[in-house]
């Protein structure tokens, strides 16, 4: 009898750039796990008629990305407490009895900088540009690490305020504007600007990046990216770029679907190449 593979998708616009079905194809064969994962360009306001119709088609999981997050954080009948926090939902699990939502984005980040690179966040001053979804997804998991401090940036300074208020009663966060981070430094400087799309890089202190510093950019490409490069520049000890997260986040959504946890260490080398 031949098993029919369970259907898995990514759901964001635009999509076609999207990694997620490669990165997902190479854990199932990994795994031997039996499913298929495709990227669904969703139109702006139908997200949640796109979720209906793939259920309906007998659909066990979704990746939710740009723009449509917050969408699927309303959609999930049940949320992990992360994805409460974060406000943004990345995962969605389609099940009999309802629809679960969670982040996973935050743990990709923690694993790969911990679990692959071996850095250590507990005890560090730690530096987080932006407060948009990404920021928001990666607060809560951070803070559990129990950094020394952790200073959210952003262009919008009161949207950095916002979110340091709202993820205060884990940890020692505060909220600023970039020119307020004149005379401070930090041992490690995360980027979740959306910045690096037009190659540029938020407006930083010279010395902002303390002897021994790390910095990591969410964004990633064939290229090093403007932060990536800004780090080198500034003297990093590793300046990173955000493919591990991504493999690391489809990871923990793959685990959440199929209790199974894949290798990602031969898929990053595998993208990387
Ligand atoms: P959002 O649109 O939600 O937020 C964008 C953030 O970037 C805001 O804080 C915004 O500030 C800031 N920003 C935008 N342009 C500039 C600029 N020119 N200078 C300084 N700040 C700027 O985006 P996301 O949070 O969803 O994504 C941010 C980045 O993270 C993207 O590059 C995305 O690709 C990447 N990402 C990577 C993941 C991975 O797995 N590696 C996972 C998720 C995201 P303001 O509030 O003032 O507008």
Request: glycine share 12%; proline share 6%; net charge negative.
């Amino acid at each position: 009898m031949t098993i029919q593979p369970d259907q898995y998708a990514v759901m964001g616009n635009p999509i076609a750039h999207s990694k997620s079905p490669h990165i997902h194809t190479l854990f199932a064969a990994q795994t031997g796990q039996p499913l298929e994962y495709r990227a669904i360009l969703v139109e702006p306001g139908g997200f949640a008629p796109a979720v209906r119709k793939f259920r309906e088609a007998g659909g066990k999981g979704l990746n939710v990305t740009v723009p449509f997050k917050q969408d699927a954080w309303v959609f999930a009948d049940l949320l992990s407490v992360r994805a409460e926090r974060a406000g943004a939902v990345n995962t969605l699990i389609l099940e009999p009895g309802g629809v679960r939502g969670d982040n996973t984005d935050g743990m990709g980040l923690v694993r790969d900088l911990t679990v692959n690179h071996g850095y250590l966040l507990a005890g560090r001053r730690i530096l987080l540009l932006g407060a948009g979804g990404a920021a928001r997804g990666i607060l809560q998991p951070l803070l559990v690490e129990k950094p020394t401090q952790l200073v959210v940036a952003n262009r919008t300074a009161d949207k950095a305020l916002e979110l340091a208020l709202r993820f205060s009663d884990l940890g020692r966060v505060s909220g600023y504007g970039f020119a307020e981070l004149a005379g401070r430094q930090f041992d490690l400087i995360i980027n979740a600007t959306a910045a690096g799309l037009s190659d540029a890089v938020p407006p930083l202190p010279e010395d902002v990046l303390a002897p021994d510093g790390w910095c990591y950019d969410l964004m990633y490409g064939s290229e090093p990216t403007a932060f990536v490069r800004w780090g080198l520049e500034h003297g990093a000890v590793q300046a990173l770029d955000g493919l591990g997260m991504l493999v690391e986040q489809a990871a923990e959504s793959f685990h959440l679907w199929r209790g199974v946890w894949p290798e990602t260490k031969p898929v990053i080398a595998a993208l990387r190449s």
